[in-house]
């Protein structure tokens, strides 16, 4: 249905996943019972969670403990492993520079050219540690950098960009097309992000095994701020996971929808799955991990963008370990660690059995549930114990 | 009607008690004059209150302060008070514990066993305070330490977890079947929480003579936070009561529907109430009693999961004694205080004579009063002076 | 249109000053050309403003300030000025008082009794300012205390309660009758507060020459928080001129709408005009004033309930004189000030000549507009210098 | 659909700009491709900017600046540069104010008369520059003070208030006829500030070349709190843009919207052009720029009305030089520089070639993301490096 803004001109309602709750069934299951686990093309992941390519938040050796414990996470290889042999002096720099200067300095530091040796080696440097290694290019770089990292092993490829449309225009160079690059690399795709109905069918349609969604999707995000541009997450993955369904309709292949940003707490993954994904990938919850390479700062890959830097090196706090954070156990409790243990208990508090039940999960509108603030104690949590 | 969260997607729109309120009716009547008592089974209530199973709240000797003034404490018998003879040492420690180290010695605290002579012995305390005795017990506990109970003369069984559904499903235990169960035994059940029409339903049909309702009501609510779930308190008690209606008509029994959580202040009882409500189950408002065992500190029974804990030991502002809180009088103007007084002046003002004709008072939708914040001096107070 | 708030519960959407923006229309006018005054019964008053029996707000000196400027303060005949031969010295204590025994000592001094002489002498020094004499007094309390007031010279009488029915219901004391009542007295009367069409219609019946429109009308009344009860003022204004319309065709009497409260700016005044309001009563606007008893601090009817007091005495800032808060200048910028100004204005700008046209503004539903916040800086002012 | 607000009083609904979002289409462009330039009248402009005539924001340095980046700035004539010979003291005067003394000294300020020969010299400082000057008078002096800007040269003459219909009526002085006024210039014309389309398109009818819209636009807007009249943004231009299309249709002339007010943001600029603007003009976002005569303060031109002042002299943060306010580099990160480049990047990123395109871009209501608070890091912003 849609809203009239102005005379003649139109908006489709959109919702995010601060406006959603799941809403129990009439069944409740035992925590343990749940399989939360998932295939990517042919991989099969315990955890239905992928880590953002965030140089705060993922080197190799993040990435080894987080394949260890069942998700995946995703290398940046346009970051600063891949420019600096040595990137630790730089983290530390980073982590030290006064807030007035963290943008000016960022923007320095990531002018240090990229170097293919080091896409293989830091591939490489995952792959020792015996998980699946995944790592992201953006459209612009992935024909000139995908090889090496191929051939250190790489077992998904990430294409990614704030938007990726399956048709670029460019009056300067030659865009890439994606319908062509992707059928023909030996490893499987995932490509984003995307943020509705029409532009996830057509990155399905070129051969992707998992589609990103998520445009601006958080109301805190800077896209929306700086550029507008954005659709809230849970309209987002709907229309993804619809277009999941046609694409499987027409063609039998099921390709993952994978919900990237906009989350926080396990609620909010749960809720994505709820939506229709079939995965999430977190980007700022690793930044607190006691492993994160930011040494607790973090900044995003348009902080130091050279003419339009979007956010800012932050502080973040140190909550937990990886392995707290992702599957616990957690001795906090602000949402932000055993993200999986979470979703597990969220599952089986609702009395859904595996993912592909969970994304058919009732949902309500509850808006009066926007505001985030104190803590209300409630007894009933003894029930889960 | 449904909302389309996206292509695919719906979702029920539901409301919170902070986004309604209560609309005058054409009379007014006098305070005195109105009777809020009820019926749980065939117990005779003079206050539809009861107070919530948390051990910052209740202990037997606050259980029993709230019976004499007409309103039912349920004590935790999974709590400190089974797990330890002399409870106060354990309840000092906690008060005292500094922010960072509360949930890690929580969770330690809560791994002393339950003992079942201290079962009995804390429903006897209550019982020797002449009034009546309830207590709760979770689904997965409730078969092995109920006897205990009900042999020392407890009056009302409480079985509550986060959510309790009339089919739960484990691979690895036989799990409690509460049509078999509830009847079996000799005292009356209370049971829950639920937030659906369907749930409450199938609970009704155990024979409970109450059901909890309540999952994640509040916008405040850790479970919402952490595990994404939950039904805004409205539209959950509404449901509630419409099955209550539905039951009513096909077996003749009335089974209470009783609010649970999402509640501070007397305005919202009195929301719940013109919900559809027969009574409230409180929590958090008793943690700030002179009498309660916290000693100005609070936790729900959630804050020491051992894996996901929800919520944290909270400082509690004391103010003032349990009558205060509960008929008053109030020396303070938050609406934290005398709400049962609250209760009948709202029913007074709006002009309806007891709980039944106020389930039907008239309500409104009125989001423009979510806000809350400064206090706005009006003169017309004098009216009900 | 009926919203569903659960399984056979409904309830009205109703709307609040604050969600509502007036739209300019083709004209625009000189503020110098607005009319703004209007008739109370047989009564010519400048200003559509009426400032509540407010104990902090108004004296017998406040009330003559306010009705030289061609406003009409209403004094309350049940507050301290006829409690206390000298009130001054109660004053200054109230304003001494530290926070946490404010509520406490304002019950006690309330106890004193009230003393017919009292009433006959207050309003006799508002009769010696040259002025028009508004007093309020309680259903409860009118027919006991009405005859000292008018023989004094009250001009106009207020009945005033939370919630004032034309149907009170007692077991205990035979209830004014409104019907009766009214009629019986030789000086026009005011009633209220109300909120509904219903209500508005049976006060208007009563023979009363206006009708206090306001119940827990703003989001941060205490009315609603405590006991749950309240109608957004838009709605309620725009209900209530409807029944004065019906009542109109009914009778040819037309009855005045007096929005009372949930009004802090100008902007909300003309915003409950244009709802449909002839005039406004405001409360803490004038407590605000220099010349305001309170001395800074303010109080409403209900802070000092025996039992179940509702608001505080709370810290105010004097802004300027009540010259300045109605009909300026202005030397501040909140709105606060020169709100009959703003009035003027507001009608200038938006091309309305007078009340009467004003009532029928267009009016747009703007809920963006809830925020407040810093200061915008717009060049546009000039074209109103 | 009209929104009924009580009985027999409805209000259209109406959207503000952070209440929606730009929907990226299937398509992807290269921001160095997208056309930004615009026309007004017979000119020629590169970045569909114009300046506010802020006496904070513009002096004639600050204009030929502008101009010479491709922007268009609007000198008010009726500000400190035409009453002060020297207005260098009087600004370091403002600057140096105390808060609460502010607002009173501006008032005497601008009490200083208008004087001709500076309108003459101001303008001829501006072409001295070599771009194209434009300046504001009001409705009520532009008849007086007209003909000095345009015998010095002035390129645009803008006509502006608060609220400009092309219907003033007045009982005390003949009120200027756009409609004859307009055309007996030899000048193109601005007008406004209006906010519907039947005053945008009689504004239209006049011959103006563009209509500034904008009246209480944002939440945050004084115009709104003092006096209750405003349309929120999003609504406004796209109702005025609606009527573009009809005096186009009638006529054949096409006549620019220009959004006026409510914007912060590269995103807020986005999405006014997205809603139907030709171009914005943008107030306070100068008012931050290094070359700003306020010297870190600003106020706007009804700060000092001298009975109904609106708004304050405000601090305001220096965050970077005109350049980099208007097309960066940006070298911060809350979206208040390079607003031209976030403009460009935002039709890129969402697949539009130019501002006639991008008025037709797909939108959506996303009222979630409303909140503005906290930085979320994202990893995509790669793709558009």
Not at 168 to 197: K, R
Not at 278 to 294: I, Q, R, T, Y
Request: proline share 5%; net charge negative.
């Amino acid at each position: 249905m849609d809203i009239e803004i102005g005379k003649g001109k139109t908006a489709r309602r959109a919702y995010g996943l601060d406006e959603i709750a799941i809403v129990p069934s009439r069944r409740t299951r035992d925590p343990e019972d749940i399989d939360i686990s998932w295939g990517l093309g042919d991989l099969h992941l315990d955890l239905p969670c992928l880590a953002s390519a965030l140089d705060a938040s993922i080197d190799p050796r993040a990435a080894v403990v987080i394949g260890q414990l069942g998700g995946l996470a995703v290398l940046n290889l346009e970051g600063l492993q891949t420019r600096y042999e040595d990137p630790e002096p730089v983290f530390e720099e980073i982590a030290s520079l006064p807030e007035h200067k963290a943008t000016r300095i960022l923007q320095q530091l990531y002018e240090e050219p990229i170097k293919e040796e080091l896409i293989f080696r830091r591939v490489q440097e995952i792959k020792a540690g015996g998980v699946i290694a995944a790592a992201s290019l953006t459209p612009q770089r992935v024909e000139k950098y995908h090889r090496a990292a191929i051939e250190a092993g790489l077992d998904v490829l990430v294409v990614q960009g704030t938007v990726v449309s399956a048709e670029h225009v460019s009056q300067s160079v030659v865009p890439l097309n994606l319908m062509d690059f992707i059928p023909s690399l030996d490893v499987p795709v995932v490509v984003g992000g995307c943020a509705s109905y029409s532009t996830a069918l057509h990155l399905m349609r070129t051969g992707a095994v998992g589609v990103l969604v998520g445009v601006g999707p958080g109301r805190i995000c800077t896209t929306r701020g700086v550029i507008g541009t954005g659709v809230p997450q849970a309209t987002a993955v709907a229309d993804a996971a619809a277009a999941r369904m046609r694409h499987y309709f027409e063609t039998g292949d099921y390709v993952n929808v994978i919900a990237d940003g906009g989350m926080r707490t396990g609620g909010d993954v749960a809720k994505a799955v709820a939506c229709g994904a079939d995965s999430v990938m977190l980007g700022s919850a690793f930044a607190k991990a006691a492993e994160a390479p930011g040494r607790g700062t973090s900044w995003g890959m348009a902080t130091f963008h050279p003419t339009l830097p979007r956010g800012t090196r932050i502080k973040t706090r140190i909550t937990g370990t990886l392995e707290e954070i992702l599957i616990g156990p957690a001795r906090e409790n602000d949402g932000t660690l055993n993200l999986m243990g979470a979703l597990r208990m969220s599952m089986a508090t609702t009395g859904y059995q595996n993912i592909k039940e969970f994304q058919k999960a009732e949902i309500m509108y509850a808006p009066s549930f926007h505001t985030e603030g104190k803590i209300e104690q409630r007894s009933q949590g003894v029930g889960m114990g």
